[in-house]
């Protein structure tokens, strides 16, 4: 039988697939299809959530999702070890040719706010300005009572402590996200560039994951360290307010998040970058996640349980975003995530 033309009529309903779930009487147990991702740990907490309420309704779909960062996820997708990678950022286009598995898919599935988190004992309202992140995370700054911090926060009684940077270890996008941020919003101070990894300050401390930036700051006494809003809160750290594009400060929340979606302009293949956004509701470091498949798939079950995964993901998985802290995505770029499922085939 034509392995198109039976993952074509599975997509009608005219076929049943076993990765669809549900048994018909007397049929014997379907089988279970297992979908493996890895990758953003910037998206992890939407992937869990999606998991359990996905699976529920898909008995015989099994996810499972790992961390180990944007990098990770991109290269196990490259290498065929994954469905389907979580990333926070697209492939190098010098990378491209590395996938094993021909033309990727961009699905943007969310948005949402990295953090600047801070442990400073005795200081819970703090105001940052992009220049004042930049000096501080290039170590330009290195106590917390520094006369410029103060000019920031008139009132606050900062201390006499030395500040300690904690950033990611791992190839992250969330690194990305929080260093692009700083060379669009303090071009003049900013100087370590930006990407998926950067050269960091040799006196600087360095995390595993979101998580285990998070796990320094909390920790630690005078620390400082960029972590998405859903890792922040379950870490119970205290975040501060940045200054936008339009000179307001604004702390992290989905709504400012959602702000900030408002005016992004979105290419062709569904890329896009979400920060330093315009208007004074917006937070400035939101940030873009997708998952990433490839167009052409092998096996027309999984390609059947994997699709079906993704437009939850885009659809019906968008109202769990705010449970763990994230924003949906604008109902124009849904639109086109929904459209761009009918280009995941068999080959």
């Given at each position: 039988?034509?392995?198109?033309?039976?993952?074509?009529?599975?997509?009608?309903?005219?076929?049943?697939?076993?990765?669809?779930?549900?048994?018909?009487?007397?049929?014997?147990?379907?089988?279970?299809?297992?979908?493996?991702?890895?990758?953003?740990?910037?998206?992890?907490?939407?992937?869990?959530?999606?998991?359990?309420?996905?699976?529920?309704?898909?008995?015989?779909?099994?996810?499972?999702?790992?961390?180990?960062?944007?990098?990770?996820?991109?290269?196990?997708?490259?290498?065929?070890?994954?469905?389907?990678?979580?990333?926070?950022?697209?492939?190098p286009q010098a990378d491209l040719a590395g996938?094993?598995?021909?033309?990727?898919?961009?699905?943007?599935?969310?948005?949402?706010?990295?953090?600047?988190?801070?442990?400073?004992?005795?200081?819970?309202?703090?105001?940052?300005?992009?220049?004042?992140?930049?000096?501080?995370?290039?170590?330009?700054?290195?106590?917390?009572?520094?006369?410029?911090?103060?000019?920031?926060?008139?009132?606050?009684?900062?201390?006499?402590?030395?500040?300690?940077?904690?950033?990611?270890?791992?190839?992250?996008?969330?690194?990305?996200?929080?260093?692009?941020?700083?060379?669009?919003?303090?071009?003049?101070?900013?100087?370590?560039?930006?990407?998926?990894?950067?050269?960091?300050?040799?006196?600087?401390?360095?995390?595993?994951?979101?998580?285990?930036?998070?796990?320094?700051?909390?920790?630690?006494?005078?620390?400082?360290?960029?972590?998405?809003?859903?890792?922040?809160?379950?870490?119970?750290?205290?975040?501060?307010?940045?200054?936008?594009?339009?000179?307001?400060?604004?702390?992290?929340?989905?709504?400012?998040?959602?702000?900030?979606?408002?005016?992004?302009?979105?290419?062709?293949?569904?890329?896009?970058?979400?920060?330093?956004?315009?208007?004074?509701?917006?937070?400035?470091?939101?940030?873009?996640?997708?998952?990433?498949?490839?167009?052409?798939?092998?096996?027309?079950?999984?390609?059947?349980?994997?699709?079906?995964?993704?437009?939850?993901?885009?659809?019906?998985?968008?109202?769990?975003?705010?449970e763990v802290d994230f924003a949906p995505l604008?109902?124009?770029?849904?639109?086109?995530?929904?459209?761009?499922?009918?280009?995941?085939?068999?080959?």
């Amino acid at each position: 039988m034509n392995r198109a033309w039976l993952f074509g009529m599975a997509l009608t309903g005219l076929v049943t697939l076993p990765s669809c779930g549900g048994e018909q009487a007397g049929a014997p147990a379907a089988e279970t299809v297992t979908l493996d991702g890895s990758g953003s740990t910037f998206q992890k907490a939407y992937e869990e959530v999606a998991i359990e309420a996905f699976t529920k309704d898909h008995p015989n779909i099994r996810i499972n999702y790992g961390g180990g960062g944007s990098g990770k996820g991109r290269q196990d997708l490259a290498d065929q070890v994954v469905d389907f990678a979580g990333s926070d950022q697209p492939y190098p286009q010098a990378d491209l040719a590395g996938n094993k598995g021909g033309r990727v898919l961009y699905f943007p599935i969310l948005l949402g706010a990295v953090t600047v988190s801070y442990h400073v004992d005795g200081v819970d309202d703090l105001r940052l300005s992009p220049d004042m992140i930049a000096k501080i995370f290039q170590r330009g700054i290195d106590t917390w009572n520094d006369p410029a911090i103060a000019a920031d926060n008139p009132g606050v009684i900062l201390p006499d402590i030395p500040i300690v940077v904690a950033h990611r270890a791992d190839g992250s996008g969330t690194t990305n996200i929080f260093t692009s941020f700083l060379v669009g919003a303090a071009p003049g101070t900013w100087e370590l560039g930006s990407g998926g990894t950067v050269e960091w300050p040799a006196d600087t401390q360095a995390g595993n994951g979101n998580a285990g930036v998070a796990q320094i700051v909390e920790s630690t006494n005078g620390a400082i360290g960029y972590v998405d809003l859903s890792d922040a809160k379950a870490a119970g750290l205290v975040w501060a307010r940045v200054e936008n594009d339009g000179g307001k400060y604004v702390m992290p929340t989905p709504a400012a998040v959602s702000a900030a979606g408002d005016g992004i302009e979105v290419a062709d293949d569904l890329t896009f970058a979400a920060m330093n956004a315009r208007g004074d509701a917006a937070y400035p470091i939101t940030g873009q996640t997708w998952v990433i498949v490839y167009a052409k798939q092998a096996d027309p079950q999984k390609a059947a349980a994997l699709k079906s995964w993704v437009k939850f993901l885009i659809d019906g998985g968008q109202k769990l975003a705010p449970e763990v802290d994230f924003a949906p995505l604008p109902e124009g770029l849904q639109a086109k995530a929904i459209a761009q499922l009918a280009e995941i085939e068999v080959r």
